[in-house]
Nanobody
Framework: VQLQASGGGLVQAGGSLRLSCVASDFTFRSYARGWFRQAPGKEREFVSAITWSRSSSGSSAVYAESVKGRFTISRDNARNSVYLQMNNLKPEDTAVYYC????????????????????WGQGTQVTVSS
């Protein structure tokens, strides 16, 4: 599986961006796809993730506390894509954003742990100016 992240850019504080993550393959019966970010000098941190299963039309989404109410994750199965709508951006949101995919059934614990992800995209830079 190859993941391609896009949509980053430079935006002023209070602005919005929409990140996209497209997967090259789609063979798993279930998975979780998430977004992580890494700012210079800091560790990679969880942002948001969403689940998908062939056996269920529903999904679960989880967010980091720092982005709740501002970011929304969604998926488009037909396009093998997951999106991250980021509103009311703050300078502290500045980072390289990575999408990642986790095979199989996921839980909140596994969705927030970068070590549980099997595939990673190349990252897209988000810069928020004050």
């Amino acid at each position: 599986v190859q993941l391609q992240a896009s949509g980053g850019g430079l935006v002023q504080a209070g602005g919005s961006l929409r990140l996209s993550c497209v997967a090259s393959d789609f063979t798993f019966r279930s998975y979780a796809r998430g977004w992580f970010r890494q700012a210079p000098g800091k560790e990679r941190e969880f942002v948001s993730a969403i689940t998908w299963s062939r056996s269920s039309s529903g999904s679960s989404a989880v967010y980091a506390e720092s982005v709740k109410g501002r970011f929304t994750i969604s998926r488009d199965n037909a396009r093998n894509s997951v999106y991250l709508q980021m509103n009311n951006l703050k300078p502290e949101d500045t980072a390289v954003y990575y999408c990642a995919e986790q095979k199989g059934a996921a839980s909140i614990a596994t969705m927030t742990d970068p070590l549980r992800y099997d595939y990673w995209g190349q990252g897209t830079q988000v810069t928020v100016s004050s």
